[in-house]
């Protein structure tokens, strides 16, 4: 099962917790973190609560020496470790589930985040990048911006992150404005910081040209 697999994909970040102190696996606390959130956890008390009610089938793949940690334990660990690092081995296990499909569409996309603004503050509204499967309804890797102007420098960082051969990625006007870049891996993806040709505003990233 996918899910049991998740671990391998988590095991390069690096602990930077006091070994003498530690008593979770930090693969366990990560695993279990996305597997709550992915059944709708949102807030820590809410992972560790996911955890506890799981606990006989996360046994099945997961040690858990000292059972599952608490809520204050996950906010923690999430607050050190590496936030790329992380964000890379999600990114691979979520590559990893394209495995059974011949050809995906991957739709780019950027949404405005509703109420994400504060006035208070002086905080514009969040405005994320994001690559959805459509085959697999699944999102498969996002990029926050600051705005729409800058959603055309995340778009390359995004794809850059995808493993999308032989799929069809399409990208609205925004995603295929400004000058056209060239195709520079050969896989076809673009090389990092240049943005693919758009003829169709449609890119087949399993082909060497447009």
Request: aromatic fraction near 8%.
């Given at each position: 099962m996918s899910i049991e697999n998740l671990a391998q994909y988590f095991s390069t970040i690096e602990d930077p917790r006091?070994?003498?102190?530690?008593?979770?696996r930090l693969i366990d606390i990560l695993v279990?973190?996305?597997?709550?959130?992915i059944a709708?956890?949102?807030?820590?008390?809410d992972i560790a609560l996911y955890g506890r009610s799981k606990l006989v089938w996360l046994r099945s793949f997961l040690e858990l020496p000292n059972g599952i940690p608490s809520h204050d334990t996950f906010r923690r660990v999430f607050m050190?470790?590496?936030p790329e690092a992380f964000e890379a081995g999600?990114?691979?296990?979520?590559?990893?589930l394209t495995a059974g499909f011949d050809r995906e569409v991957v739709a780019i996309d950027g949404k405005t985040?509703?109420?994400?603004?504060d006035h208070g503050r002086d905080q514009s509204p969040l405005h994320v990048v994001s690559a959805w499967a459509s085959?697999?309804?699944?999102v498969l890797g996002q990029r926050c911006v600051d705005g729409k102007?800058?959603?055309?420098?995340?778009?390359?960082?995004?794809l850059d992150q995808l493993a999308l051969e032989n799929s069809i990625v399409t990208l609205d006007a925004m995603g295929g404005a400004g000058q056209e870049g060239s195709i520079g891996k050969a896989d076809g993806r673009p090389a990092k910081g240049a943005r693919p040709r758009l003829p169709r505003r449609s890119w087949h990233a399993g082909a060497t040209t447009c």
């Open positions: 006091c070994s003498g102190k530690v008593e979770h279990i973190a996305v597997c709550a959130v709708c956890a949102e807030s820590w008390d050190l470790i590496d999600f990114a691979r296990w979520v590559g990893s985040i509703r109420r994400s603004f085959e697999q309804g699944l102007s800058n959603e055309i420098t995340a778009v390359p960082e995004l």
